[in-house]
């Protein structure tokens, strides 16, 4: 074979031309043909012992298992069949020695075989020889997964990847789904109910592996809501079903026996939310519905840590309702009611209206700006008077105010405001407050702490004013790539408060 080493072919001959000469070679035989065999075994796993010229017990021992895992009688005895078979593990090994495959031992056999074994698949003795058992177990597991097409019984690297990501998914807290039980499912959850009380004549109670009625169906469907997927709706109750309750039971601190009894349905029958209401009953931990995910992604929106949009309620997601709750002024107990959720859109709902093209020069608490500056200046008063702080800010400087050297040239145009901060009594909490203010309407702001060419302010550019300074324009660019808008190009200072920029305001990127 091709994928043989020169050394190996060299083993391989040399155990054939012993059994030329004796047919057959065993416990107490000596020469170079024992080394050559206790080599090979050594190269698909097994462990012979010293590799020497004497064919002790040991390797007798690994030759039986690899004479059992191929199918051929355990003698510990080299025969021509066995050496064929050798020959083919080997090349196997050589041709792709990450690959679960036939007549081969490792800890990556071991490892497959107690992933296959927790999702239901039989796989004969765990010991890390891949035998025919596990070959069968691998092929059922393939053929229940739509993204492995091939029906061998090796397991290669491909093939591993899914079948430890399958495996791991038996591994999690029960979860529940939510969608309305149909008159069909409720009928079938009355027989799953009836079954799981049945005595049967061999002394067990319920229903477990080669039952086959159209009820199961709903039994694996509960089972895929509880986040146990048995891979099939089809009615049958097989290895993969047996798996998939099994891991259930384990996970609800019932018996683990793989059959569907009274104790495992009563635990089964809660993983289904039977409601049309995305929130009632209100989402909690461990619900995985697409009403969850569509609450993550307006948590995300509304700018909580969500953790990952995936559908599962999980402790991440509670965390970011408890903060929702707090900031709506709502009960804080970390579950999604019907009023969190009309909060959450609520708190979505755009505050900041694109301000009217209104270019008209006013006068403006001492200093002048246009009309849309002021509209502006105004929605962002309004949001920070609910966040405790009172309108009126009073301006430092405004727009159209050529010759301030320390502005360089921003405010010579119109958009351009500075607000006092500490010379006016504002707290840090306020400043941050009217800096986060001002950019949900619409300004690049920044708060400008004690800068050494003015006194300590808030300094604001409208995003899209007509009469933008060149340098105000640039300020803008900078916010938008997150920079600070001086000199330099350093990072924003309120990098932790983000970008609210309004919807309206995108179109200026």
Known sequence: MPTLTTVDQSRLAAMKARLDRTQTL??????????????????????????????????????????????????????????????????????SPETVALGTKSTRNALTEKQLARLGYRVG???????????????????????????????????????????????????????????????????????????????????GEGAARPAIAQLQLRLKAAGFDPKKTDGIFDERTRGALEAFQRKSGVTVNGRLDGATWNKLKKTIIDSASPTAPAQTINERSGEVKRTEALLKKAGFATGEVDGLFTAQTAKAVKALEKKTRRTVDGKL????????????????????????????????????????????????????????????????????????????????????????GKSLKQIRVMVEALRRAGFAAYHRAAPAWSPDHIHAIAIGDRDLSSGARSQVREYFAGGDALIGSAPDPHAAMGRPIPEWAMKFR
């Open 337 to 424: 009611s019907t009023g969190d959720l009309a909060a959450l859109k609520k708190l979505l709902k755009p505050s900041f209206s694109e301000p009217r093209p209104n270019y008209n020069r006013i006068a403006f608490r001492g200093v002048t700006l246009n009309g849309r500056t002021i509209e502006m200046v105004n929605q962002a008063e309004a949001w920070a008077k609910k966040r405790g702080v009172p309108p009126g800010w009073a301006p430092y400087q405004g727009s159209f105010h050529s010759g301030t050297e320390a502005s360089a040239g921003t405010h010579d145009g119109g958009g351009a405001i500075d607000f006092k901060t500490t010379a006016s």
């Open 125 to 207: 003795k765990a010991d890390g020889v891949a035998d025919r058992s596990l070959g069968k177990a691998i092929q059922a597991f393939k053929a229940d997964q739509a993204n492995l097409k091939d029906s061998s019984s090796a397991l290669g690297t491909r093939g591993q990847q899914v079948l430890a990501a399958e495996s791991a998914k038996f591994n999690h807290a029960v979860q529940r789904n939510r969608f309305v039980l149909t008159p069909e499912m409720k009928r079938a959850d009355g027989v799953l109910a009836e079954l799981s009380k049945r005595a049967n004549p061999n002394g067990t109670v319920g229903i």
């Open 26 to 95: 065993g416990s107490g035989d000596q020469g170079a043909a024992v080394r050559a065999l206790e080599n090979v075994l050594s190269s698909i796993g097994f462990k012979p012992g010293t590799v020497d010229t004497d064919f002790s017990t040991t390797t007798a021992a690994e030759l039986k298992q690899f004479q059992a895992a191929v199918g051929l009688p355990a003698t510990g005895v080299l025969d021509t069949k066995t050496l064929t078979q050798l020959k083919s593990a080997l090349a196997r090994v050589r041709s």
